[in-house]
T-cell receptor, first 117, second 112 residues
Framework: ETGVTQTPRHLVMGMTNKKSLKCEQH?????MYWYKQSAKKPLELMFV???????ENNSVPSRFSPECPNSSHLFLHLHTLQPEDSALYLC????????????????FGPGTRLTVT | GQQLNQSPQSMFIQEGEDVSMNCTSS?????WLWYKQDPGEGPVLLIA?????ELTSNGRLTAQFGITRKDSFLNISASIPSDVGIYFC????????????FGKGTHLIIQP
């Protein structure tokens, strides 16, 4: 596998289910991101992990819970979601400088199309 | 938060025509990136710009980082059918933490 991979590609879940999205990067990057892409809206940054430490959480509801066990893997745990959470969830990675901010180029996975029923 | 105004929202062109789209912001950005997204896929990086005034090409694509650091444009010359898709500008705000701010996208449609 090369680049950034995401599984599953499609997921349908009920509002009471618990599921997890997985992302893996094979680029040697040290930062990973979760974005939400809804129709007619710009990509929204949800979480940033740099060197496996969460550095930003853009006021995302607690029903979304990220986990980054190492620099190559990122998870998004989902529970008691709402229908408005249906969207394309994109993972990205980048090489973040060790001092200061700055994400350089971000490379995206293919996304997980989530439908909440 | 930061916002990027991307225009046009959509473009209907003939194959072989040149295309131009742009992004503007009310605040300064340190980095400008242009992505293309095909249906059912994630965005693919086309061009990255890091310095004000920088002009960079990638094949038929050319992008520029505006002198004021508040805008960027992307040009596509001699469009072909595979250019169809949604093009996004993205920027790293000056003084911002991590993560990119994205425009809403320009949907490029090529008419036969």
């Amino acid at each position: 596998e090369t680049g950034v991979t995401q599984t599953p590609r499609h997921l349908v879940m009920g509002m009471t289910n618990k599921k997890s999205l997985k992302c893996e990067q094979h680029l040697g990057h040290n930062a990973m991101y979760w974005y939400k892409q809804s129709a007619k809206k710009p990509l929204e940054l949800m979480f940033v992990y740099s060197l496996e430490e969460r550095v930003e959480n853009n006021s995302v509801p607690s029903r979304f819970s990220p986990e980054c066990p190492n620099s190559s893997h990122l998870f998004l745990h989902l529970h008691t979601l709402q229908p408005e959470d249906s969207a394309l969830y994109l993972c990205a990675s980048s090489l973040r400088p060790r001092s200061g901010a700055g994400s350089y180029e971000q490379y995206f996975g293919p996304g997980t199309r989530l439908t909440v029923t | 938060g930061q916002q990027l105004n991307q225009s046009p929202q959509s473009m209907f062109i003939q194959e072989g025509e040149d295309v131009s789209m742009n992004c503007t912001s009310s605040s300064i950005f340190n980095t400008w990136l242009w992505y293309k997204q095909d249906p059912g896929e994630g965005p693919v990086l086309l061009i990255a710009l890091y310095k004000a005034g920088e002009l960079t090409s990638n094949g038929r694509l050319t992008a520029q980082f505006g002198i004021t650091r508040k805008d960027s444009f992307l040009n596509i010359s001699a469009s072909i059918p595979s250019d169809v898709g949604i093009y996004f500008c993205a920027g790293q705000p000056a003084g911002g933490a991590d993560g990119l701010t994205f425009g809403k996208g320009t949907h490029l449609i090529i008419q036969p």
